[in-house]
């Protein structure tokens, strides 16, 4: 671990609408609520878990219950494909 980085650890951290520079998390919540970007720069991670609030928790919410339905589930299915190849999909419908 660099050095140089702020150690955060046992915290519950929003990662949403805030730049997190130089810091090593640890032990922590990290915690994204879909309301505005996420900015990680140069963050080193130990062990930690991902936790949803907010609009991202009813997203995860929603596709959780979609999942299990045979109809939707190739749906789900193409959202993670989405994820593993790095597209967000978020340009593709902007005018």
Request: proline letters at 4%; hydrophobic letters at 35%; aromatic letters at 10%.
């Amino acid at each position: 671990m660099n050095d140089k980085r702020e150690r955060i650890q046992y915290q519950r951290v929003i990662l949403d609408e805030k730049e997190h520079k130089d810091k090593h998390f640890d032990e922590c919540e990290l915690v994204i609520t879909g309301k505005g970007p996420i900015r990680l720069i140069n963050c080193s991670f130990g062990s930690n878990h991902l936790g949803f609030d907010g609009p991202a928790a009813r997203v995860i919410d929603a596709l959780t219950g979609m999942y299990v339905e045979p109809t939707f589930k190739p749906f789900v299915e193409a959202v993670f494909d989405q994820i593993r190849s790095g597209y967000s999909g978020v340009t593709k419908w902007e005018k």
